[in-house]
């Protein structure tokens, strides 16, 4: 997905794919994580952020299944609303289900808007 979008010219730069090394959350192939992660920055997210979070623009995350995003999903959500100083966030999905792309609520609603028709192209 990451090459997909990156292709897609919606402003992504500064990609990388984690490894259990660079996995911020400690998620990556461990049970209920997720098996893939890759992050980039995306203009109006905060490039001076931490390496690989989701401040600094995207995050994709690959589930086994659609459950696993989903729940995923409705936690970092829950989250954000419960401790609206933690921030917002966009939430993408592929049409599996599996993928999940996150996008900081700092992005721009229309840049958003263009992030998810990207998305929903690549799956046409």
Request: hydrophobic content about 35%.
């Amino acid at each position: 997905m990451l090459a997909k979008l990156t292709a897609a010219r919606i402003g992504l730069s500064h990609s990388a794919v984690q490894d259990e090394d660079t996995d911020p959350n400690n998620l990556l192939g461990r049970p209920n994580g997720y098996t893939s992660r890759a992050s980039a920055d995306l203009p109006g997210g905060d490039t001076t952020g931490d390496k690989y979070s989701i401040d600094r623009g995207v995050v994709i995350e690959v589930f086994s299944s659609a459950g696993d995003a989903d729940r995923r999903s409705t936690y970092i959500q829950g989250l954000l609303k419960n401790a609206p100083i933690l921030g917002t966030e966009y939430h993408y999905r592929s049409s599996d289900g599996t993928v999940l792309v996150r996008v900081t609520g700092r992005v721009k609603p229309t840049a958003a808007k263009k992030i998810e028709q990207a998305i929903a192209q690549l799956q046409e």
